[in-house]
């Protein structure tokens, strides 16, 4: 099994927060979709004829794309790949781009899946991160996107937002929980380079909730969808029983995927790849037929290292049998010894096989990733 991610590199304006590589102009939207097309094309050999169960449309925003456009992109992709029955097709959506028509006929072309980036369901927030919608709005196509058939819809939101309360963030949770969705992705806010929000804290102009704040939030997090029945299987997700994102469990699962598009990466189990982050150039280069890409071969300390960092954010964790049979020994013994403080002082649990982070283990897992790391 295998996934492919196509990224599409525009947005109509940048969020503050957003260091995601797009361009705020769709100016050479055709451009960019004919050298997308060639490289579904040059790259139809990367996933060696594995079926697909997952396509994701990321970005940038993929929903400025037309019903057409999408479909065109899915029909290239389906000249050289099969597609699993059951396929996951996820869209990433943004609020401002969707209505009751739009959303039907993301359904008649096969997107089953929806990932739409509410972040706040408070104006001022919405505000403040320069999104293009307001709370209703978002509330109103969600709504909308039931209606149209889709009964796998993931939400984002942010917390840690400048000057965050946790009335504000339980206001959100309450809100979202109400919705009857199946899927929540809540990333802690990460100030970015390149991002106006870097800017603003640099001069002043924002201020940080502290640690503590931020840990009573990912706290009421946990405890609000917890008791909506949402299992939380890795660190920022959240999901009812069977709607576990497909797509970011075949990361997690250390599964074939090829992204494309600017930016993108790619692991095909010994090597990684990663396009270029420039529209224009992607766009030369591409249609001189060749792969815009830098390719890292992995070594076996890398492969232990991405298992160690993937596995553990998840509720699957880390299997030391598999360690032992893929790796050896010698990593074996290294993650007996990282991790036995670790187990000592209730950060990480052993269950049966599987080292996880329990729920106190979580709230200092960059310090457990950098102790299990062999470098
Ligand atoms: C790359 S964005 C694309 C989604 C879509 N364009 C949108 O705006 O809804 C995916 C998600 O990453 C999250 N994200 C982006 N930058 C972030 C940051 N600096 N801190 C926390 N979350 C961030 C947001 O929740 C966003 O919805
Ligand atoms: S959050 Fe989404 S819309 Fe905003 S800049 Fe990032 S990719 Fe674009």
Same mark, same amino acid.
């Given at each position: 099994?295998?996934?492919?991610?196509?990224?599409?590199?525009?947005?109509?304006?940048?969020?503050?927060?957003?260091?995601?590589?797009?361009?705020?102009?769709?100016?050479?939207?055709?451009?960019?979709?004919?050298?997308?097309?060639?490289?579904?094309?040059?790259?139809?050999?990367?996933?060696?004829?594995?079926?697909?169960?997952?396509?994701?449309?990321?970005?940038?925003?993929?929903?400025?794309?037309?019903?057409?456009?999408?479909?065109?992109?899915?029909?290239?992709?389906?000249?050289?790949?099969?597609?699993?029955?059951?396929?996951?097709?996820?869209?990433? %959506?943004?609020?401002?781009?969707?209505?009751?028509?739009?959303?039907?006929?993301?359904?008649?072309?096969?997107?089953?899946?929806?990932?739409?980036?509410?972040?706040?369901?408070?104006?001022? /927030?919405?505000?403040?991160?320069?999104?293009?919608?307001? %709370?209703?709005? =978002?509330?109103? $196509?969600?709504?909308? =996107?039931?209606?149209?058939?889709?009964?796998?819809?993931?939400?984002?939101?942010?917390?840690?937002?400048?000057?965050?309360?946790?009335?504000?963030?339980?206001?959100?949770?309450?809100?979202?929980?109400?919705?009857?969705?199946? /899927?929540?992705? %809540?990333?802690?806010?990460?100030?970015?380079?390149?991002?106006?929000?870097?800017?603003?804290?640099?001069?002043?102009?924002?201020?940080?909730?502290?640690?503590?704040?931020?840990?009573?939030?990912?706290?009421?997090?946990?405890? @609000?969808? @917890?008791?909506?029945?949402?299992?939380?299987?890795?660190?920022?997700?959240?999901?009812?029983?069977?709607?576990?994102?497909? /797509? +970011?469990?075949?990361?997690?699962?250390?599964?074939?995927?090829?992204?494309?598009?600017?930016?993108?990466?790619?692991?095909?189990?010994?090597?990684?790849?990663?396009?270029?982050?420039?529209?224009?150039?992607?766009?030369?280069?591409?249609?001189?037929?060749?792969?815009?890409?830098?390719?890292?071969?992995?070594? @076996?300390?890398?492969?232990? +290292?991405?298992?160690?960092?993937?596995?553990?954010?998840?509720?699957?964790?880390?299997?030391?049998?598999?360690?032992?049979?893929?790796?050896?020994?010698?990593?074996?013994?290294?993650?007996?010894?990282?991790?036995?403080?670790?187990?000592?002082?209730?950060?990480?649990?052993?269950?049966?096989? @599987?080292?996880?982070?329990?729920?106190?283990?979580?709230?200092?897992?960059?310090?457990?990733?950098?102790?299990?790391?062999? $470098?």
């Amino acid at each position: 099994m295998a996934g492919i991610y196509i990224h599409i590199p525009f947005c109509k304006s940048k969020c503050a927060y957003c260091d995601f590589f797009s361009v705020a102009t769709l100016s050479r939207k055709e451009e960019f979709l004919q050298a997308l097309a060639n490289e579904i094309e040059l790259q139809r050999n990367y996933l060696e004829e594995e079926s697909l169960n997952t396509i994701y449309f990321g970005g940038g925003t993929p929903s400025v794309l037309s019903i057409q456009e999408l479909e065109f992109i899915l029909s290239q992709i389906k000249k050289y790949h099969t597609l699993d029955s059951d396929a996951e097709i996820t869209l990433e %959506a943004n609020p401002d781009d969707l209505n009751y028509a739009y959303l039907k006929n993301l359904r008649s072309i096969g997107i089953n899946r929806l990932s739409i980036g509410v972040q706040s369901f408070i104006d001022k /927030h919405l505000v403040l991160m320069k999104r293009r919608h307001n %709370a209703n709005k =978002a509330i109103v $196509v969600i709504g909308e =996107a039931q209606k149209a058939g889709f009964h796998n819809i993931s939400t984002d939101l942010i917390y840690g937002l400048p000057e965050m309360t946790i009335k504000e963030w339980k206001y959100n949770l309450d809100q979202l929980l109400d919705l009857n969705i199946q /899927h929540i992705s %809540a990333y802690h806010l990460s100030i970015e380079p390149n991002t106006l929000f870097n800017k603003w804290v640099r001069l002043g102009k924002i201020n940080l909730p502290t640690d503590d704040e931020s840990t009573k939030q990912f706290e009421l997090l946990i405890e @609000k969808t @917890k008791s909506k029945k949402y299992i939380h299987y890795e660190i920022s997700n959240f999901a009812l029983d069977g709607f576990f994102s497909k /797509h +970011n469990s075949s990361y997690w699962k250390n599964e074939k995927y090829l992204g494309m598009g600017p930016s993108a990466h790619s692991y095909n189990l010994t090597s990684r790849q990663w396009n270029i982050s420039s529209l224009p150039k992607y766009i030369t280069i591409i249609t001189q037929g060749e792969i815009p890409c830098e390719i890292e071969n992995l070594t @076996k300390n890398d492969m232990y +290292n991405d298992y160690i960092l993937t596995s553990l954010r998840t509720m699957w964790g880390v299997d030391i049998n598999k360690v032992e049979n893929d790796f050896g020994k010698l990593y074996f013994d290294f993650l007996m010894k990282s991790s036995a403080p670790f187990l000592e002082s209730n950060h990480l649990k052993k269950l049966d096989t @599987k080292i996880c982070l329990t729920e106190k283990g979580i709230f200092i897992s960059d310090h457990i990733f950098r102790a299990l790391l062999q $470098v």
